[in-house]
């Protein structure tokens, strides 16, 4: 009777060898203060002390890209998800006043693709360079029969920390400006209803957008990380709320930085990148519901009292801050002027 190995079986132990082995050094460049060890062992270990906290409270996030991802294998464009699945997670630490520490991977597919595998991981740790945290380690499961051929799926997990008594938000308060900083495009949310408008379009990914790019090179731009620019700003004394804009929109993430007792009234029209009023118009999308889905332009927000101050020094760091509107005593988000803001 012939033996009957793992391989048979549909799993590639050497594969996934030669994947650790190409990563190492991916994962060694992001190496940071604190870290101790490297990728192998059963665990990561962190030094809190040697990354010079004192009191320090532990932020944890875990997120995923999504739907994104189905672009990604349909067009092989691999390259980008791996930042994306950084941002999703680091995003969420530093509108808690954390600075992200590090960050660990789920990468799940059906039969190991190294190439695609090691694209993608290069991704993440390249959103881990840009978010100064270390890629301390992760899992790849490969899993005959759970995916199609060609599919995966992605996880990440991130830990921050901040000193005690320094976590936003803190002291929001009626009459405080609301500042924007633009996303990239459609970052990580809603590609179901993306896929969608294309599909009912009868669109393929490499049909050209209005600026005569493909629509995949478009919607695949990853998420922008800002890490570096807050945490300057929390550092400066000038940030007392943000908010991460992911699925929900303005109207379901703002409200998280405000106390229950405060709502915002933002200012429309404000410039948004052209896809957003493409998907609205060719998906027949009403306003209510493109700012309900996806960020529109508007991938962070943050809440401080000298709005000029504040401004000066994410100029100076690189962004293109906007004023927003500002927080009022009236729980709820209202958005004026959203009925011009896809025209």
């Known amino acids: 009777m012939t033996s009957v190995t793992y391989r048979d079986a549909g799993v590639d132990i050497e594969a996934g060898d030669a994947l650790v082995e190409a ?3 991916l994962a060694k460049a992001t190496s940071r203060a604190g870290v101790l060890g490297g990728l192998g062992g059963f665990g990561a270990l962190f030094d809190l002390k040697a990354a010079g906290f004192v009191d320090p409270i532990l932020v944890s996030t875990t997120d995923g890209v999504g739907t994104k991802l189905k672009i990604a294998i349909e067009t092989g464009i691999h390259d980008y998800v791996g930042i994306d699945l950084v941002a999703m997670c680091v995003n969420d630490l ?3 006043g954390a600075a992200p520490l590090f960050f660990l991977d789920y990468f799940a597919t059906g039969a190991l693709d ?22 301390v380690g992760g899992e790849t499961a490969e899993m005959p029969g759970m995916y199609a051929a060609g599919d995966y799926d992605l996880a990440g997990f991130s830990v921050g920390a901040a000193e005690r008594g320094t976590l936003l938000p803190a002291g929001v308060a009626a009459g405080d400006a609301i500042l924007a900083l633009p996303s990239s495009g459609v970052h990580s949310n809603g590609f179901s209803l993306v896929r969608r408008i294309i599909a009912n379009a009868g669109l393929g990914w490499e049909s050209p957008f209005g600026d005569g790019r493909p629509l995949a090179e478009v919607l695949m731009q990853p998420t922008r990380i800002y890490v570096k620019p807050i945490l300057a700003l929390h550092k400066a004394g000038l940030l007392k709320g943000a908010a991460h804009i992911t699925g929900g929109g303005l109207p379901g993430n703002l409200p998280r930085a405000l106390p229950e007792t405060c709502g915002a009234v933002l200012n429309g029209p404000w410039n948004m990148p052209a896809i957003f009023p493409w998907l609205a118009k060719t998906g027949n999308v009403a306003p209510e519901e493109m700012l309900r889905v996806f960020n529109c332009g508007v991938g962070m ?9 504040a401004m000066a020094l994410l100029r100076e760091a690189g962004e293109a801050p906007f004023l927003l509107g500002h927080v009022t005593d009236q729980p709820g988000v209202v958005i004026a002027g959203q009925e011009s803001l896809f025209a």
């Open 301 to 309: 927000t943050l809440i401080v009292s000298d709005a000029d101050a």
């Open 23 to 25: 990563i190492k050094p």
């Open 94 to 96: 530093i509108v808690q």
């Open 114 to 135: 190294v190439d695609a595998a090691k694209r993608v991981i290069a991704g993440i740790a390249q959103g881990c360079t840009i978010s100064g945290c270390a890629l």
